[in-house]
């Protein structure tokens, strides 16, 4: 273990089953879609009242309004109703209710944090500052989405989170989103659909367009090519599948933070949206923008993504292109170096990469940045999020793998010029899992997605085990004196 001292705050972010959603619980089978309705159909009016109010007694604290969610559960399976007589709301209610289930978010596991300054330090006292930390929840059948966490760095280094809603609410998917027609047509052509049929759909699109606009465009396409063929319909379908994996979501500005959920839409994340790196990245001219590379998993496959955000309420989802969107684990610097974005990686699940653009949304030639090196690292290394400026250099959390896939937490420094070039590294680990620690999903792990500094300290947000969550901080200047040595 690192001479370096290690606090460890008596924090302990968990799961909490209580927390849920509501989700639509709807059979394959259009058959047995018809035949649930046809049951509640039969029901009279008296028994349609009573077993309504069995199920707001039940579930109506347990939401903010349970009423409009069941109304929406109603609408997916509206075209199934084989009547045409006008129903009741109750009725229309209660069929709702048949198609919903409750999900428990965060029932199985609350890891892999992230921290960012909030963008609202208003009130703070001087010196502290106020924080929104991210955490990869995880429920049933380990589905993975976004919560969020607000908290406060007194003067004095004390970290305080705020108390956590029972509710939690999904966003508001934004119903016609605006595209960038260059982003789009370099996507289409990196996954393979350079062709006559995109050419078709594309060119009567503005430079930015919206949905509803490249809508229109494909059921042009559609109609005017007769009979459609394999190549022009499978490039159809990918085009509503590029559109479907850029979307926007946003949330009322009177919900608090941890009542804020970025649950999967799109069919690239329908099995989990993982480890979101969030970074406060500062443009040249000053203007700030929060972004967060995460990973999307749709049971098969994993693909890298990016969140933007300004304040937290609305967020961009977004497709990254280039032959080095590939695997886990990239980060963003929180600001160009030498005109250039940079982006750290991992190609090849043992190495970590580095790589540099012109554009944060387009990565190519990735080169070599560490390898494994020392006993507890030697299957693999990688990012535990953004890198962070210090006068010193470009501070780097890393991970290692070892022996009995064991994960311990190292640190790395990069120049700030130049951040090709490795100042220092760790050669014992930062931080490794200790005690409780070592017990969850996936034993013997320690592991973070970002870090901040504050004042004198580094602020080290940590998964235990894939289960909860705790909180560090370390000394910067005997890190940075370990490192520099």
Known sequence: MSAIPIH??????????????????VPASPQRIATIIGRTLALSDEEVGRELLSVFGEFDSRHFDVAALLMEQFFKVQGHIFTDRPLSRERRLLI????????ALESAALFNPSIVPHPDQNDVPEGGLRFIMSLRATGEGHISSIEFREGLLSPEGTLSINPVSRYVTLPEVVPNPLYRKKRFIIKLHEIGFHNECAEAVMSPLGDQFTRSELTLTVSQVRRETQPLTHDFRRTLECIQWLADSNYEVRFPANLALSERIIFPISDNESNGIEDARFVRFVEDDGTVMYYATYTA????????QLIETQDFLHFR???????????KGMALFPRKVNGSYAMLSRQDDENLFIMFSDNPHHWNDPQILLRPAEPWETVKVGNCGSPIETEAGWLVITHGVGPMRKYCLGAALLDLNDPTKVIGRLREPLLSPEGNEREGYVPNVVYSCGSLIHGKELILPYAMSDKASAVASVPLEKLLAALTA
């Open 8 to 25: 460890r705050h008596n924090i302990i972010l968990g799961p909490e089953s209580a927390r849920v959603i509501i989700r639509p619980f």
């Open 96 to 103: 709702g209710a048949q198609f919903s289930g409750e999900y």
């Open 297 to 304: 998993y749709n049971g098969r496959a994993i693909l890298p």
């Open 317 to 327: 989802i977004l497709t990254l292109n280039g032959n080095a969107v590939q695997n």
